[in-house]
């Protein structure tokens, strides 16, 4: 149980253009989900938290018009990269947890590498 | 505010042989510690946790025992297998940053036969 899917796992687009990426609780619901952003080599980099219903709190040094996340039902959250530049090609993951759900513990994608041409 | 160190990779080490990865936390109060593993191609997967002092995780061979003196969750695993191989990943949930977790920089564990 508790997987969450994430899609698209790679995507391919040029400067300019907005990528939105998906990332699914399968089997539980979902009422936080976070998304990171890894860097080569590095670390994962919280970006911002997001309750279902309510706006995402983002991390200090997160652009909020850039990196658009919406979470509006239970199972279902996006980020929205909007006018990607080639600075923001990375690997971007997404986690979820639950309140029936130990909350410890978070649930992650496999992530999506994003290349922005 | 919270951080977490660990030994750089990669690692590579031959079967069967002892698997020690190094992690040191700096936090407020008494945080939650976790190891994850990603393996290649997926997502990461909680590995082990430890809750409080002198607490030892285990699983999967795995462990991992939380030493608040030394501020230290080192992984430890007797006798790896090629199937280790993974990049893995300490944590901390600390009770001022709410549910947010803080990751080390990862691992990468080559085990080769």
């Known amino acids: 149980g508790a997987v969450v899917s994430q899609h698209p796992s790679r995507v391919i687009c040029k400067s300019g253009t907005s990528v939105k990426i998906e990332c699914r609780s399968l089997d539980f619901q979902a009422t936080t989900m976070f998304w990171y952003r890894q860097f080569p080599k590095q670390s994962l980099m919280l970006m911002a938290t997001s309750n279902e219903g309510s706006k995402a709190t983002y991390e200090q040094g997160v652009e909020k018009d850039k990196f658009l996340i919406n979470h509006a039902s239970l199972t279902l959250s996006t980020l929205t990269v909007t006018s990607a530049h080639p600075e923001d090609s990375s690997f971007y993951i997404c986690?979820?947890?639950?309140?029936?759900?130990?909350?410890?513990?978070?649930?992650f994608g496999a992530g999506t590498r994003l290349s922005v041409l | 505010g919270d951080s977490v160190t660990q030994m750089e990779g990669p690692v590579t080490l031959s079967e069967e042989a002892f698997l020690t990865i190094n992690c040191t936390y700096t936090a407020t109060g008494y945080p939650s510690l976790f190891w994850y593993v990603q393996y290649p191609g997926e997502g990461l997967q909680l590995l082990l946790k430890?809750?409080?002092?002198?607490d030892k995780g285990s699983n999967k061979g795995f462990e991992a025992t939380y030493r608040k003196e030394t501020t230290s969750f080192h992984l430890e695993k007797g006798s790896v297998q090629v199937s280790d191989s993974a990049v893995y990943f300490c944590a901390l949930r600390s009770g001022a940053a709410g549910n947010k977790l803080t990751f080390g920089g990862g691992t990468r564990v080559l085990v080769k036969p």
């Open positions: 430890a809750t409080k002092a002198d």
């Open positions: 986690s979820a947890s639950g309140p029936h759900l130990s909350k410890d513990i978070q649930y």
